[in-house]
């Protein structure tokens, strides 16, 4: 089946420590998100990118980092950087040949601080 | 800046009544327009979404919503609610002409069903 795998779904994280969440996607797309959901709050967008070895901060990027070396994995740090990471991020990705095009998301990873 | 606001965070209906959750943006030019639903510690899931054709969208789960320009409004309904529609819906907006496809999601309408 075609979709969008995140891992894992829960991790904790210890003060001072950078951690890791993987996105993988069997779609074919080019286009791949990171979104940080907080209650109340909706989505927020942390990076994007359109292509492979490209990517673009997004509204709340600050205390992330992102890669894309290939097409279907957009893995998203949290560094240390990050003071409040007690999160849902979810990963989505789209086609990217159209503004119309539906992101499809991922079933989310919960971030949690030790 | 792009922005999408969804009035009521919290909306409750009985199982049976009319469902409406809903959504404005702040634009002159018309933008894209979805709607997605999230059920707990899931992901979104599309339910529908206008790109300028018909006023009028049908979408999955007998929810429905129309585009008014007049009013800037995207609103959602249902005829009926059932209980498997409890969850938080999420109206989003990309505005057409921009470098990038960004979605610009509202913060949220958690609907409760009530038996």
């Known amino acids: 089946d075609g979709g969008i795998t995140q891992s894992p779904k829960y991790l904790f994280r210890k003060e001072g420590q950078n951690v890791t969440l993987s996105c993988e996607q069997n779609l074919n797309h080019d286009a791949m998100y990171w979104y940080r959901q907080d209650p109340g709050q909706g989505l927020r967008l942390i990076y994007y990118s359109q292509i492979v070895n490209d990517f673009q901060k997004g509204d709340i990027a600050e205390g992330y980092s992102v890669s894309r070396e290939k097409k279907e994995s957009f893995p998203l740090t949290v560094t240390s950087a990050q003071k409040n990471p007690t999160a849902f991020y979810l990963c989505a990705s789209s086609t990217g040949n159209s503004p119309r095009d539906i992101q499809y998301f991922g079933a989310g990873t919960r971030l949690s601080v030790l | 800046a792009q922005s999408v606001t969804q009035l009521g965070s919290h909306v409750s209906v009985s199982e049976g009544a009319l469902v409406l959750l809903r959504c404005n943006y702040s634009?002159?030019?018309?933008?894209?327009l979805f709607w997605y639903v999230q059920y707990p510690n899931q992901g979104l899931q599309l339910l529908l979404k206008?790109?300028?054709?018909?006023?009028l969208v049908k979408g999955i789960n007998g929810f429905e919503a129309e585009f008014k320009k007049s009013e800037t409004s995207f609103h959602l309904t249902k005829p009926s609610a059932h209980m498997s529609d409890a969850a938080e819906y999420f109206c989003?907006?990309?505005?057409?002409?921009?470098?990038?496809?960004?979605?610009?999601f509202g913060k949220g309408t958690l609907l409760t069903v009530n038996p």
């Open positions: 634009s002159s030019v018309p933008p894209y």
């Open positions: 989003a907006v990309i505005y057409p002409g921009g470098s990038n496809y960004k979605l610009t």
């Open positions: 206008y790109t300028s054709a018909a006023t």
